[in-house]
């Protein structure tokens, strides 16, 4: 699908009303922050679903002919109904990491592009990851608590953390994220090995070809893969089985990942040592059991945004959609294949 | 009251087992005791005496030649000259704050610590604080656990560790072994994309890192400033209000070497008035004692001077004190001599 190309002598004889639409869904995390003209360009508007008192189906038939592209934080999803509705869609681009909220199956068919956030949060992932890891073995949160409640002198010594160094980590995905994520644990002398759909041939690191497997051989996973049908619920019990008493699992993915009834389960139960959370499978709950535990760790799904991310994605989003309008080649395109 | 000494190991008693004197038990020895049990040596336990330390030391501590120290019983130049023979003093932790060590030079008592078990545990602990302070991982666990998520949804975004970041490091006088640890710190956050640069009495040529030489420039430069030296005249509130003005309202400090490095009083002022960014702390100027008005601060991480320790840690101290004291009473190398520079 061509888009319209706006060469700059159109632009300057065109009026507003003459760039083409870019549909917002949601207000995205950063107009609240930063505004409502923080993603604005000069060679593109935005049409803002959310501001028309129009249920969304009535909203998009009506808008139909205009929209050439969508723009979606991730707080809203990208649905097979929406896109039928939008003879005129060219391109989704995504702010967010993850693209599971992207009917991506329904793009293919319809030969419409991806733009993604890139490699652009791998880094802030990854130390977010790190970050909990660290949280939960050091019992860094659980003991700011303690200091914090006066209970160090009155009750005195908070017990032992556990050490990094020498601990052998697991990731799930060893894509950008999880690259990330051994980089910086290699620097804290752990040991690393992965799981990954395939074997990495230029990797130091050791494979396993099943989570099971991975998790038996492990004292910490690293939940870094995105979701998938496949992936969906893939720390099920007998991988929290195998990790065993002594092992620590970290998510920063996607929460239905892990069968969270079960992950709850066994901490509940002692059978795995700890947890960091960022995501969860029905936010923004959160279940209750988990608040009474002092070897979890939890955000909410925040972990991986920080105020730089934001003006970095920010610039990549436009960037992608002038690109998209230019036809020139998308500065972050997802592959559709397979 | 002589050492009480199991029956079985009353008959080494005889032969003549060189003494250790330890005045107050270090925490590791109550913890451990049995990892102090050496064929090599025997422990003079003072604290089990009814006499007071001066007379027990004069009575009974004459021919000994080393001492196993900690916080609670430090080594003063008091205590020394009550010690005619003694020439070697070990202590079980990392600091050494707690020996005279100028008066052990200046009688040529060799000093030796267990700075170099807790580098890497150290090392991560700082890392970890820091992360903490600034993606605000401790502050968005309260949020959740508090149950305010689904009422409020958004939440106040912490500042990415930037590309840019800036480590300081300040080098003790004594030992330039202990440098193994501020490169333990150095060696992650390089992996995370930091930039370090340090400060040092002297500029060390085989460091790959930017010197300065004073810690008020370093902290001009810099966006965090990591406390990991020792506990010296020298560096006691060094870090002072001019040098945390100098790190900024953006700046972030993370000190898990002694409180008393920091100005505690104006840290706390600095951080109540925005001054510097915030601040991870798990050592303070009088613990447990800790400033009222850090308990109620988002931006401040505190942990109660633990975060350095794991279990691994404590054994392997142990071992390396016990290692210490059997080579020096077979005139071996001491295995973590404190070197003067």
């Known amino acids: 699908m061509k888009a319209t190309a706006m060469t700059s002598e159109n632009q300057s004889r065109h009026s507003q009303s003459d760039l083409p639409y870019v549909l917002i869904l949601k207000p995205p995390p950063s107009f609240l922050l930063f505004g409502d003209h923080f993603l604005d360009s000069s060679k593109f508007q935005y049409l803002k679903a959310y501001e028309s008192p129009l249920p969304l189906p009535q909203f998009l038939q009506e808008h139909a002919q205009s929209v050439q592209a969508i723009f979606s934080s991730g707080l809203a999803p990208v649905t097979a109904e929406t896109i039928r509705l939008l003879p005129r869609l060219g391109l989704v681009v995504t702010t967010s990491q993850g693209l599971n909220h992207i009917d991506l199956t329904e793009c293919r068919r319809r030969g419409i592009a991806v733009a993604g956030a890139g490699t652009i949060l791998s880094a802030d992932c990854a130390d977010s990851a790190v970050g909990f890891l660290i949280d939960v073995l050091r019992k860094i949160s659980a003991a700011n608590r303690y200091v914090k409640q006066g209970l160090w002198s009155s009750q005195g010594a908070y017990p032992l953390g556990y050490k990094l160094g020498g601990k052998r980590v697991g990731i799930v995905g060893l894509g950008s994220i999880g690259t990330e994520v051994a980089k910086r644990l290699d620097a804290f002398g752990c040991s690393i090995s992965y799981n990954s759909r395939s074997k990495k041939p230029l990797v130091p690191y050791t494979f396993y070809p099943n989570v099971v497997e991975l998790a038996a051989n492990c004292d910490a996973l690293i939940i870094c893969c995105a979701l998938t049908d496949e992936t969906h619920h893939l720390i099920n019990k007998e991988v929290l089985s195998a990790l065993g008493k002594d092992g620590v699992i970290i998510n920063i993915a996607r929460g239905p990942i892990v069968d969270e009834k079960e992950l709850v389960r066994c901490l509940v139960k002692g059978e795995i040592r700890g947890a960091g959370l960022d995501v969860f499978e029905h936010e923004p709950d959160v279940p209750v059991e988990l608040f009474a535990l002092d070897n979890v760790v939890m955000s909410p799904h925040c972990a991986v945004l920080t105020t730089e991310s934001f003006e970095d994605l920010g610039k990549l989003m436009v960037g992608n959609i002038e690109a998209f309008f230019s036809n020139e080649p998308l500065l972050t395109p997802v592959s559709l294949d397979g | ?341």
Request: glycine share 6%; charged share 20%; hydrophobic share 45%.
């Open chain 2, 1 to 341: 009251m002589e050492s009480q000494l199991p029956q079985e190991r009353s008959k080494l008693r005889t032969k003549d087992l060189p003494q250790v004197l330890v005045m107050k038990p270090p925490p590791l020895l109550t913890l451990f005791e049995d990892k102090f049990i050496s064929t090599k040596f025997q422990l003079l336990k003072a604290w089990e005496s009814t006499l007071p330390l001066d007379q027990f030391l004069t009575t009974y501590a004459g021919s000994v030649r080393a001492v196993l120290c900690s916080g609670a019983s430090p080594v003063t130049p008091h205590i020394i000259r009550l010690l005619p023979s003694v020439q070697f003093v070990v202590t079980a932790s990392a600091g050494i704050n707690h020996i005279d060590l100028n008066e052990c030079r200046r009688l040529g008592i060799a000093v030796a610590n267990a700075a170099a078990v807790f580098s890497d545990d150290a090392a991560d602990a700082a890392v970890g604080l820091l992360i903490d302070v600034l993606r605000k991982i401790s502050v968005a666990d309260r949020f959740v656990r508090r149950g305010l998520w689904p009422a409020m949804g958004d939440y106040p975004f912490g500042s990415k560790v930037i590309i840019s970041l800036f480590v300081c490091f300040t080098q003790e006088s004594w030992d330039c072994r202990t440098w193994k640890h501020r490169s333990a710190v150095a060696k992650r956050l390089e992996a995370f994309g930091c930039t370090v640069l340090y400060n040092s009495r002297k500029p060390k040529p085989w460091v790959p890192y930017p010197f300065y030489s004073n810690v008020h420039e370093l902290a001009c430069g810099s966006d965090v400033l990591v406390v990991c030296c020792g506990l010296t005249a020298e560096t006691r509130h060094m870090i002072n209000r001019e040098v945390m003005v100098a790190l900024g309202k953006q700046g972030i400090i993370v000190n898990v070497a002694r409180g008393a490095i920091i100005d505690e009083k104006e840290m706390v002022v600095c951080l109540v008035h925005g001054e510097i960014g915030g601040a991870a702390l798990d050592v303070f100027e009088n613990e447990p004692d800790v400033p009222k008005q850090l308990l109620q601060l988002d931006n401040v991480v505190l942990t109660p001077h633990r975060a350095v320790f794991t279990p691994e840690g404590f054994m392997a101290a142990c071992d390396l004190v016990v290692a210490n004291l059997e080579a020096f009473f077979e005139d071996k190398p001491l295995l973590s001599p404190l070197i003067d520079e």
